[in-house]
């Protein structure tokens, strides 16, 4: 399996054979311990202190340079790269540069890619239990999904991550989403019957627009542009930082605040270059990741609280008070479709989560 892991400088080779020679006397590969067994490193491989390594850390993601992802995702990368004294050094890779959301988490698994910031959506197909938070109307509010992501129940989502080789280090935001198209305002469930609308990767967000009669259409980001300038899908729907960053409104004539579901993001290590980072620096990393989460749900809120005047004033025609609740009604049927797939119980704290 191809190691991702990129270690840089010549120490590299001592410590190789530094290792090799430990593994003579006491079987266990281990850095800066002694010939007693007694390794330098708790009895992991990790080692717990300054290796004098220097490890890269490729992280990608799909979204534009301008957008939410990569301005969180730079301030994340000065911090730990500071902290770290320089032995971690991250390389930012935007615009779906290393594949689509699923093509990396793929890749994270291979251990061919070290992280990724990515949306939930594309989960399904890697750690089911994780895509509850992908139920349409779960959350009331950032503060709510904030809540719920930062305590237990999110915790215990992330440790879903590692029987995949992923090993989730904390969740970001993309934000609620809502629907754009080239048809006609939708004002309600009924304008949405018959529109085909591109979808994440997703089987909640599908069952969800079948119900409301629309035509989903599960697709990669980084094909969403051109099938929307070619027409291949009447719309699509995406929270307004990747709306305004990705220049749909070149693309799409009418955005619906539908807040119809909150999309968490996933930073995500790949488990197999996580385990042979020191423990320092996992620290570092996860510490700095939930740091980060912070500060980009901030920028998120500022991009929301902007952008929409900017759509507006690139011809976006916006309905902003869109009455939700005729939706929720109507999605009502996938809490009963995926209610043995997560727990009922699991649903109603979520749902009645004191935030
Ligand atoms: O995670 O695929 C999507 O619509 C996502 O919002 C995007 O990839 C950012």
């Known amino acids: 399996m191809k190691k991702a892991l990129m270690i840089s400088g010549i120490s590299a080779m001592a410590v190789a054979l530094a290792a090799c020679g430990n593994d003579d006397n006491n079987g266990e590969a281990n850095a800066g311990g002694d010939n007693n067994g007694n390794n330098g490193n708790n009895g992991s491989n990790e080692a717990s202190g300054d290796d004098g390594e220097t490890y890269t850390l490729s992280i990608g993601h799909t979204l534009a340079e301008a957008?939410?992802?990569?301005?969180?995702?730079?301030?994340?990368?000065?911090?730990?790269?500071?902290?770290?004294?320089?032995?971690?050094?991250?390389?930012?890779?935007?615009?779906g540069a290393l594949g689509g959301e699923r093509e990396m988490i793929e890749s994270l698994q291979m251990g061919d890619q070290?992280?990724?910031?990515?949306?939930?959506?594309?989960?399904?197909?890697?750690?089911?239990?994780v895509t509850v938070v992908d139920l349409p109307f779960l959350f009331e509010n950032h503060d709510h999904a904030h809540t719920v992501l930062d305590g237990d129940i999110g915790?215990?989502?992330?440790?879903?991550?590692?029987?995949?080789?992923?090993?989730?280090?904390?969740?970001?935001?993309?934000?609620?989403r809502h629907v754009t198209n080239?048809?006609?305002?939708?004002?309600?469930?009924?304008?949405?019957?018959?529109?085909?609308?591109?979808?994440?990767?997703?089987?909640?967000?599908m069952a969800a627009f079948e119900e409301m009669g629309g035509d989903p259409t599960p697709m990669s980001f980084t094909e969403l542009f051109t099938s929307l300038q070619q027409g291949v899908v009447d719309g699509q729907e995406n929270p307004i930082p990747v709306i305004h960053s990705s220049r749909f409104y070149e693309v799409q004539d009418h955005l619906s605040l539908t807040n119809h579901v909150y999309n968490p993001s996933i930073m995500m290590i790949s488990q197999e270059v996580y385990d042979e980072l020191?423990?320092?620096?996992?620290?570092?990393?996860?510490?700095?990741?939930?740091?980060?989460?912070?500060?980009?749900?901030?920028?998120?809120?500022?991009?929301?609280?902007?952008?929409?005047?900017?759509?507006?004033?690139?011809?976006?025609?916006?309905?902003?008070?869109?009455?939700?609740?005729?939706?929720?009604?109507?999605?009502?049927?996938?809490?009963?479709?995926?209610?043995?797939?997560?727990?009922?119980?699991?649903?109603?704290?979520?749902?009645?989560?004191?935030?």
């Open 155 to 176: 915790q215990g989502l992330l440790d879903e991550l590692e029987p995949h080789d992923l090993h989730g280090l904390a969740w970001w935001e993309n934000g609620f």
């Open 67 to 95: 957008s939410h992802y990569q301005e969180g995702l730079e301030e994340f990368k000065e911090i730990v790269e500071e902290r770290s004294d320089g032995r971690l050094q991250i390389d930012i890779f935007a615009d």
């Open 114 to 129: 070290e992280m990724v910031l990515t949306s939930t959506g594309p989960m399904s197909g890697f750690a089911e239990e």
């Open 278 to 355: 020191p423990e320092d620096l996992q620290e570092i990393l996860r510490e700095e990741a939930q740091a980060g989460a912070e500060n980009e749900r901030e920028i998120v809120q500022r991009m929301e609280e902007e952008f929409i005047g900017d759509l507006e004033d690139e011809g976006m025609e916006v309905v902003q008070d869109v009455d939700l609740d005729p939706f929720i009604d109507a999605v009502q049927p996938v809490y009963e479709e995926y209610e043995d797939t997560f727990g009922a119980d699991l649903i109603e704290e979520i749902q009645n989560y004191d935030y």
């Open 182 to 205: 080239n048809n006609h305002p939708v004002e309600g469930p009924e304008d949405i019957d018959g529109l085909s609308l591109r979808t994440m990767e997703n089987d909640i967000h």
